[in-house]
Each structure stands twice: as C-alpha cells, then as structure tokens.
C-alpha cells in the first residue's frame, strides 16, 4: 500500500494540480484534501522527509499551513466525504505535529521507523543505570518530605542535564544512521522495506537505551514539577 | 460582507452561563452584543414555572426565586451531565428546587410539582430566550449558533449542551471553550502573538488555558480547570456568615423556610458584589421575622473565606503551564475573564502570581459572547484569518484487565484527535463485544467517569482471538466522542451501539423534541411576531417617509387617513396579536403600494427639475 511507506513516493503526483503534493493530508500547492489511505506516515503527513535532519520551524509551517487547509472549521458547504475526510485527516495531522514536535517522541518514531522493534527489544536498563536513577528517586523523596526547595531544584538541573547529554547522542547519531541510509539513496524499483535496517543495527541499539534513559530522568524532572 | 455572504444563514454565538447567558454577533463593525428590548443584555439564566405549566425565562425568572424558590431553576449549568449522587453530594440543598433521579438512570432531574425536566430542557428554554432576543435584535430568524462550554467540561458535559441546543431547535455548530472565545475576543484588533494565559472565573465554573498565537492561529497548549468552583461558591461562604447572624435570632432548631434561604442566597451575592467596591458591606435581610435581620461584613472576612478558592484556581495555573511544557516568565500576557475576577483578591493574587498585568480591559461578562460571535463568523464563512486549535481536556481511554484504564487519547490532545485500538474475541464464535469509555487521568477506571458502554455487534463467527477488530475513537472539533469499528479479516463494519452513562440517548432527545411541539409552535409565533413587527415597522418608516415629502400632493384628508392608519399599526406592533398584526400590514401594504408608486414617480421629477436647474443658463437654443 502506497501510504504505508515511509519514503515520499517519487511519482506522487497532485490529481487536481499535478504539483508534487508535499504531504500525504493535502497538496500543499493546491489545497486538495486527499486520502492518504490507512495508518500513514507521520513525516509525509507533516510533509516533511524523514531522511532529512528535522527542522522545527519548517515543520511549525507546515503545521499550521496544513491545519489552514484540513480543520473542519473551514469545510463549511463540503459535501459530506469531503468534510469526513478533513475531520479524519486533521487528526492524523495533530497525531504527526504531537509526535513529531517532540524531541523524545520524535526520537523514537523514527528508529522504530528504520528499526522495528528495537525500543521493545532494548527495554530492559543496566542495572548501573537503573540503581543510579533509584538513588535520584529516593534524594527528591527525601527533599520533599522535607521541603528542601534547593535541593529538589538540584535534582531538577541534574535530570535536565542527563536528558540533555543524551538527546545530544541520540541526535548524533540518528544523523548518523541517516546519512548511511540516505546514502544508498532510493534505488529504482527497490523494494522499500529493504532500506529498513538490519535488526542488529548497533547504532539503532544505542539510540534505543539512550532514549529509554532519558525517559527515565523526563520521569524524575516530571516529579520535580509535580513537587514545588 | 459580500452580497453572497450577507444572503446565508445568520450564525450568532451565544454564552450559555451559569448565572446569565447572552447572544452576540459580528456585523460590519465587528462583533456586538445582542441586546434585549430593554437594552439589558445579560439573560439571567433563570427558569421559572408559572402555575398553569408555563414558564418565564430571565430577569422575571430571576425575582421569582425569592418567591417561588421550588419553581425557579436557577445554576443548572451545575447540572448538565451529572448523576444524582454527584448532584446531592455538591449542591446538596442550596438549590432550593427538587432535584431527584431519573426513573431508568442516574441522572439528576427536576422536580416541578411532580413533573421531571432534564437539565438539558431547562438549559434549551434559556437558549430558546437567548435565541428569541436575538431574533429580535436582528429582526431576522436564527437557526444555527455557536455554543460556549467551560473548558474542563468533559464528553458528557458537552453532549448536555449539543442536545440542550438541539431541543431548543438550534443547531450547534459548534461547542467552543469559554477561555478559547475570551482570547479569540481580546486578540482582533491587535495582531497578537505570543503565549497567553486566560483565566476564567464565572459563576460556576472555573478555567485555565494555555495559547500560543501564531499568525492568526489560536493554538491551546494545555487547559485545566474545575466544573464546580465559581461565584456560587464564594456566595455560600456569605451565605453561611448570614446564617450564622441569623441563627442568633430564630430558635436554635427553628428550620429556615426555602423562601428565606433564596432571599438570603441573593442577599449573599448582592453583598460579594458590593465588597468589590468598598471595604464593608451591610444590608438588611427580611425574613419575615418581628424585624429585619441587620448584617455587615468586612471584605477581609471575606477574602480569608474565599482565600482557599482562590489558591486552588492558583494551582490549576500551575499545572496547566506545566502540561504546556512554559515556564511562568514565558508568559506574554494573561487575560481575565468571568464575573468573579470582578473580585480584587482574585485579581490581586493572580496577578502576584503570573507576574503579569492583567488584560481586564473587556467586560468580563461579555467577552466570551464576543469571542463566540468571532467563531460563528468563522463557521459561516466570513473571516477565513483566524483559526483556533483547541485541546481536550480530559484523557479518554477504555477499561482493560483487572478495571485498569489504558489512556487511548491523552489529555491537552489537539482536536480533532483520534486513536485505534484492535480488540478480539475471547470465546469461538462471538459475534460481540462490549467496550466501557471513561474520561480521566487516574489509574484504575473506578476513579474515573464512565463515558458510555459501546457494544460491537456484527463480528463474523470466528475461532476464539482470531477476529481483529479495529475500533477507532475519534474526539471531533467540539471535544465529542465518536467510535468506529471495522473487523480486517472480513472487512465488516461492526456497528456500534452507545449507551450514554451520563446524558440521553438520540432516542431521549427525539423523545422531548417531539413532546416540546407546544414549545416549538410557541417559538413558532414568537418569529413570525418578529418578522411582522420588522415587516409594520418597515412600512410606517417607508409612509412617513414619502408623507414628508414637499412634492407628494397630498390632501388634508388624505394625509389624516394615513396618519391613524400608521396609529393603528404602531399599536398593533407593540402588541401580541399576529393575526390581526399580518392582516393590517397586508392591508395597509396594498393600500400604500399605489402611493409608493407615485412617490417614486414624483421623487424622479424632482429630480430631474433639480438637476435642470442645475444646467449653467446659456442662452436657449432655438
């Protein structure tokens, strides 16, 4: 199915316009609300190239563009599959921007997209690690109980840190992984599933633990807000 | 407006409060309040039940409470979407009507002399009021408007308010969050960007919302809010200073009639509002006692009571700019809306708190009617600039093993939003199965609301697990949900059926359409009074016009025989009478025809004469 594919399709061609459509919701060129088929992909719904190193301006333009054209508020005198279609694809378009605007999700999408599976096969933490993070737990607990501000502040930084260092990683080295794919480039007539990577990529391994990692410490930060 | 948009529908927006409710509209000059005959805009949004059967909405409603505190429904706002227990546990009897459980549900009623009405028809006569004020205001009839809900209003809640419109005979086109019309409504005349807080205290409820503006896109970040915080609340906290002077002068197990609870309720909210102004307010109760009770209170009494409140909306602050993932300095500006931010304190510590000047520029009554009429032009075509994204404020999941919740749409989703889950079959051969809805954000869903049990019927006979059913749940612009199921291996639509936990089923709703005939044939007659009033007004205005008219050749007779035709006309239109309204209009219409006519040939002349006179003399060609 065409809109399984994680890759923009080279032949997508606007039925209305004949403009390369942009995004799998609507042509960006023409305003065509089109139908983008079953479980499509978030970058081509946001129009955006999962190959390409993530813009968030760009991908706020294309946001809010694409929300001009699809929200139901301006289907006024549609007809009725036409109005359907706004309301489903306007969902799947504010599914894309949540998942997409957001480092850690964002994150994750796009090596389950390259690597399927690999969160769920790295899941379980250095026991190093997860001692370390049950120390920090067991600190703010502390300094809650005993409403020590300063210290929960502390932690605070600390946790921001440790996200910090490891999204910069995660960063390299999805690049990384993405220049060598990009790198084979898109093969006429190749299967596309090929260009998804081995299941022992150990690059997708690392950014897998790094992003299970900072999950860990978002969860700590998360308590340090819930605490002041 | 164009030609062709001046020809559509009219969509007003209205505010459908707790304590009052209003309609307004944006024409050439931008959005304006509806106003009533009397140029009062706030409805009160008061109901009250005459002994015939009838009832009175508003103002008059509102008098009646004191008198007739068991006929007069007053807050059910409060109501909307609410079963009993959470009824009687919040309100428990403030209200001074009966509110009892529904026959066949849980559902909270009202109780008139024995006769039940749901929260939803009570809320459909105030909008049927706030409809037929606009209606005349315009001149024109109204079928389509744009509904105002708090923001922390769940499913349930918003579904009340569709179905309330729906019985009133309007179609909602669309339920918009209260905070969201109030930015909307502050935000057009400047182009505004930034990240602005609004905070809204009303009568019942309270809301916070978070919105990142975005050339011309009005994005909510995240809301919070509580259904059931509000003025009323702040009235209580008097009604119970009253109470306490009062008990001082009535036999200690001496109960306190309705009435005089009602009379002490609007004494409660007379002085609240008196305190905004001066530091202590005093009024006179009469109960009916030897002699009125006198009572004064400070206003630092009551900031202490309300104090609590207060922190507690403080809190939904706090948390909302934290789901907004913004840190408090990163907030442009914030904007109060609400009656209650009337109150000093409020403002006072909500601006120490945000550390920002507060927007109060707007009346804060108004602005979210305002910002309401923005929406409707919105809908209707009009301005094609603004664009809103809202949120839902409550996530949405179903019940999995064990009554655990597993969240499938997570609160401050942008809307529409939408989730899939695949379910199975547990047993060979089943063709069904149930699915329970809740809204919430705790773990387990005995701790949260039950939306509604949705049952898949339709699945073919399959080996147990073998079936994969994909339901899909989409929560549209309004914040409702709708379900959708299909079963991939067979590519079967599996219907759906729902079983509201909390509101009417679409059977219910047809039901009191169709027993509310009177009611609609009464909105009936109130439209066509107001298009003969608009129709006798037009005519007199258009006959006194050519009457004044120098070069209309009148005779004394002839002008004396118009002038008590238009007499009788005025009076007519100031009746009630519709037939004899539409017969003199179709009379006098006919009768004036011919003097257009002429007027119009006579004014032509003029015309000519004067546009003649106006040719340079010039010696006349032969």
Same mark, same amino acid.
């Given at each position: 199915?065409?809109?399984?594919?994680?890759?923009?399709?080279e032949?997508?061609?606007c039925?209305?316009?004949?403009?390369?459509?942009?995004?799998?919701?609507?042509?960006?060129?023409?305003?065509?609300?089109?139908?983008?088929?079953?479980?499509?992909?978030?970058?081509a719904?946001?129009?955006?190239?999962?190959?390409a190193?993530?813009?968030?301006?760009?991908?706020e333009l294309?946001?809010?563009?694409?929300?001009?054209l699809?929200?139901?508020?301006?289907?006024?005198?549609?007809?009725?599959?036409?109005q /359907?279609?706004?309301?489903?694809?306007?969902?799947?378009l504010?599914?894309?921007?949540k998942?997409?605007?957001?480092?850690?999700?964002?994150?994750?999408?796009?090596? #389950?997209?390259y690597?399927?599976?690999?969160?769920?096969?790295?899941?379980?933490?250095?026991?190093?690690?997860?001692m370390?993070?049950?120390e920090?737990? #067991?600190?703010?607990?502390?300094?809650?109980?005993?409403?020590?501000?300063?210290?929960?502040q502390?932690?605070?930084?600390?946790?921001?840190?440790?996200? #910090?260092t490891r999204?910069?990683?995660?960063?390299?080295?999805?690049?990384?992984t993405?220049?060598?794919?990009?790198?084979?480039?898109?093969?006429?007539?190749?299967?596309?599933?090929a260009?998804?990577?081995?299941?022992?990529?150990?690059?997708? #391994?690392?950014?897998?633990?790094?992003?299970?990692? /900072?999950?860990?410490?978002?969860?700590?930060?998360?308590d340090t807000?819930?605490?002041? | 407006?164009?030609?062709?948009q001046? &020809?559509q529908?009219?969509?007003? *927006?209205?505010?459908?409060?707790?304590?009052?409710s209003?309609?307004?509209?944006?024409?050439?000059?931008? =959005?304006?309040i509806?106003?009533?005959?009397?140029g009062?805009?706030?409805?009160?949004?008061?109901?009250?039940?005459?002994?015939d059967?009838s009832h009175?909405?508003? $103002?008059?409603?509102?008098?009646?409470?004191?008198?007739?505190?068991?006929?007069?429904?007053?807050?059910?706002?409060?109501?909307?979407?609410q079963?009993?227990?959470?009824?009687?546990?919040?309100?428990?009897?403030? !209200?001074g009507?009966?509110?009892?459980?529904?026959?066949?549900?849980?559902?909270?009623?009202?109780?008139?002399?024995?006769?039940?009405?749901?929260?939803?028809?009570?809320?459909?006569?105030?909008?049927?009021?706030?409809?037929?004020?606009?209606?005349?205001?315009?001149?024109?009839?109204?079928?389509?408007?744009?509904?105002?809900?708090?923001?922390?209003?769940?499913?349930?809640?918003?579904?009340?308010?569709?179905?309330?419109?729906?019985?009133?005979g309007l179609?909602a086109?669309?339920?918009?969050?209260?905070?969201?019309?109030?930015?909307?409504?502050?935000?057009?005349?400047? &182009?505004?960007?930034?990240?602005?807080?609004?905070?809204? !205290?009303?009568?019942?409820?309270?809301?916070?919302?978070?919105?990142?503006?975005?050339?011309?896109?009005?994005?909510? &970040?995240?809301?919070?809010?509580?259904?059931?915080?509000?003025? @009323?609340?702040?009235?209580?906290?008097?009604?119970?200073?009253?109470?306490?002077?009062?008990?001082?002068?009535?036999?200690?197990?001496?109960?306190?009639?309705?009435?005089?609870?009602?009379?002490?309720?609007?004494s409660?909210?007379? %002085?609240?509002?008196?305190?905004?102004?001066?530091?202590?307010a005093a009024? $006179?109760i009469?109960?009916?006692?030897?002699?009125?009770?006198?009572?004064?209170?400070?206003?630092? @009494?009551?900031?202490?009571?309300?104090?609590?409140?207060?922190d507690?909306?403080?809190?939904?602050?706090?948390?909302?700019?934290?789901d907004?993932?913004?840190?408090p300095?990163?907030v442009?500006?914030?904007v109060?809306?609400?009656?209650?931010?009337r109150i000093?304190?409020?403002?006072?510590?909500v601006?120490?708190?945000?550390?920002?000047?507060?927007?109060? $520029?707007?009346? =804060?009554?108004?602005?979210?009617?305002?910002?309401?009429?923005?929406?409707?032009?919105?809908?209707?075509?009009?301005?094609?600039?603004?664009? %809103?994204?809202?949120?839902?404020?409550?996530?949405?999941g179903?019940?999995?093993?064990g009554g655990?919740?597993?969240?499938?749409?997570?609160?401050n989703?942008?809307?529409?939003?939408?989730?899939?889950?695949?379910?199975?079959?547990?047993?060979?051969?089943?063709? &069904?199965?149930?699915?329970?809805?809740?809204q919430?954000?705790?773990?387990?869903?005995?701790?949260?609301?039950?939306?509604?049990?949705?049952?898949?019927?339709?699945?073919?006979?399959?080996p147990?697990?073998? =079936?994969?059913?994909?339901?899909?749940f !989409?929560?549209?612009?309004?914040?409702?949900?709708?379900?959708?199921?299909? $079963?991939q291996?067979?590519?079967?639509?599996?219907?759906?059926?729902?079983?509201?936990?909390? *509101?009417?089923?679409?059977?219910?709703?047809?039901?009191?359409i169709?027993?509310?005939?009177?009611?609609?044939?009464?909105d009936?007659?109130?439209?066509?009074?107001?298009? !003969?009033?608009n129709?006798?007004?037009n005519?007199?205005?258009?006959?006194?016009?050519?009457?004044?008219?120098?070069?209309?050749?009148?005779?004394?007779?002839?002008?004396?025989?118009?002038?008590?035709?238009?007499?009788?006309?005025?009076?007519?239109?100031?009746?009630? @009478?519709?037939?004899?309204?539409?017969?003199?209009?179709?009379?006098?219409?006919?009768?004036t025809?011919?003097?257009?006519?002429?007027?119009?040939?006579e004014?032509?002349?003029?015309e000519?004469?004067?546009?003649?006179?106006?040719?340079?003399?010039?010696?006349?060609?032969?």
């Amino acid at each position: 199915m065409a809109a399984d594919r994680p890759f923009p399709s080279e032949s997508n061609r606007c039925s209305a316009c004949g403009a390369d459509p942009g995004s799998n919701l609507a042509c960006l060129a023409c305003g065509l609300i089109l139908d983008p088929g079953r479980d499509p992909e978030h970058f081509a719904n946001l129009g955006l190239d999962s190959l390409a190193t993530f813009d968030p301006a760009i991908a706020e333009l294309n946001y809010l563009k694409l929300s001009r054209l699809l929200h139901p508020d301006f289907q006024a005198g549609r007809d009725e599959r036409t109005q /359907a279609l706004a309301v489903r694809n306007s969902s799947l378009l504010n599914e894309a921007w949540k998942i997409l605007n957001d480092d850690q999700m964002r994150s994750e999408y796009l090596i #389950e997209l390259y690597d399927p599976g690999v969160l769920e096969r790295h899941k379980a933490l250095s026991p190093e690690f997860l001692m370390e993070a049950m120390e920090v737990s #067991e600190e703010l607990d502390d300094a809650q109980t005993q409403g020590c501000k300063e210290t929960v502040q502390k932690i605070a930084n600390s946790a921001r840190t440790e996200i #910090e260092t490891r999204m910069k990683d995660v960063a390299s080295a999805c690049a990384a992984t993405i220049a060598r794919l990009a790198h084979k480039g898109p093969q006429p007539g190749e299967t596309l599933p090929a260009k998804q990577l081995s299941t022992h990529d150990s690059n997708t #391994e690392q950014i897998a633990v790094l992003l299970h990692q /900072a999950r860990v410490y978002r969860r700590i930060l998360r308590d340090t807000e819930n605490a002041r | 407006m164009t030609e062709k948009q001046a &020809s559509q529908e009219i969509v007003i *927006g209205i505010d459908l409060g707790t304590t009052n409710s209003l309609a307004a509209i944006v024409g050439k000059d931008g =959005p304006r309040i509806l106003h009533q005959r009397d140029g009062e805009a706030l409805i009160p949004s008061v109901v009250s039940f005459l002994d015939d059967g009838s009832h009175i909405v508003g $103002e008059k409603a509102r008098h009646r409470a004191v008198t007739h505190p068991r006929h007069t429904v007053h807050s059910v706002k409060r109501l909307m979407g609410q079963n009993i227990d959470e009824v009687k546990q919040r309100e428990s009897d403030r !209200l001074g009507y009966q509110v009892v459980q529904a026959k066949d549900s849980l559902l909270a009623r009202i109780d008139i002399d024995g006769k039940l009405y749901t929260p939803q028809e009570i809320s459909a006569m105030i909008l049927g009021e706030v409809r037929r004020t606009a209606e005349e205001a315009l001149g024109k009839p109204v079928k389509s408007a744009v509904i105002t809900v708090p923001a922390y209003f769940d499913d349930a809640q918003r579904q009340a308010t569709r179905d309330a419109a729906k019985i009133a005979g309007l179609q909602a086109l669309r339920i918009v969050n209260e905070p969201t019309a109030a930015a909307l409504a502050y935000g057009l005349d400047t &182009s505004r960007e930034g990240t602005v807080v609004v905070y809204d !205290l009303g009568g019942g409820t309270f809301d916070v919302s978070v919105l990142k503006i975005t050339q011309g896109v009005y994005k909510v &970040s995240a809301t919070a809010g509580n259904t059931h915080l509000g003025g @009323d609340d702040f009235d209580m906290l008097i009604v119970d200073f009253i109470l306490g002077a009062v008990k001082e002068h009535i036999a200690s197990d001496a109960t306190i009639p309705p009435e005089a609870m009602q009379q002490i309720r609007l004494s409660a909210e007379q %002085l609240k509002q008196q305190l905004s102004a001066s530091e202590t307010a005093a009024l $006179e109760i009469d109960l009916g006692l030897e002699e009125p009770v006198h009572f004064t209170l400070s206003r630092a @009494d009551f900031e202490t009571a309300i104090r609590p409140l207060i922190d507690e909306t403080l809190a939904c602050c706090h948390s909302a700019l934290t789901d907004a993932g913004i840190q408090p300095e990163a907030v442009d500006e914030v904007v109060m809306v609400g009656g209650s931010t009337r109150i000093p304190l409020v403002r006072q510590l909500v601006e120490k708190d945000l550390g920002r000047k507060l927007h109060v $520029e707007l009346d =804060p009554d108004r602005v979210v009617a305002l910002g309401a009429s923005i929406q409707a032009d919105i809908l209707s075509g009009g301005t094609k600039d603004l664009l %809103l994204l809202d949120v839902i404020p409550l996530s949405l999941g179903i019940e999995t093993v064990g009554g655990a919740f597993s969240k499938l749409v997570t609160r401050n989703s942008t809307v529409p939003a939408r989730a899939t889950e695949m379910f199975s079959t547990s047993v060979d051969d089943q063709t &069904s199965i149930e699915i329970n809805v809740f809204q919430g954000e705790r773990e387990l869903v005995r701790d949260c609301r039950q939306l509604g049990a949705f049952k898949l019927r339709g699945i073919p006979p399959m080996p147990a697990g073998l =079936p994969r059913v994909e339901v899909t749940f !989409l929560v549209d612009a309004d914040g409702v949900l709708t379900v959708t199921s299909r $079963e991939q291996r067979s590519e079967v639509e599996a219907s759906i059926e729902v079983v509201p936990s909390h *509101g009417l089923t679409r059977d219910e709703v047809k039901d009191i359409i169709r027993n509310s005939i009177k009611m609609a044939r009464d909105d009936f007659l109130a439209r066509d009074l107001v298009e !003969l009033r608009n129709k006798a007004n037009n005519l007199a205005t258009g006959t006194r016009r050519v009457l004044a008219m120098p070069e209309m050749p009148f005779t004394d007779e002839q002008r004396q025989d118009l002038e008590t035709d238009l007499a009788h006309l005025d009076s007519l239109a100031k009746g009630e @009478d519709i037939a004899e309204l539409r017969a003199k209009c179709d009379a006098f219409g006919e009768k004036t025809q011919a003097l257009a006519d002429q007027a119009i040939g006579e004014a032509i002349k003029a015309e000519l004469n004067r546009e003649q006179s106006k040719l340079p003399s010039s010696p006349q060609q032969p």
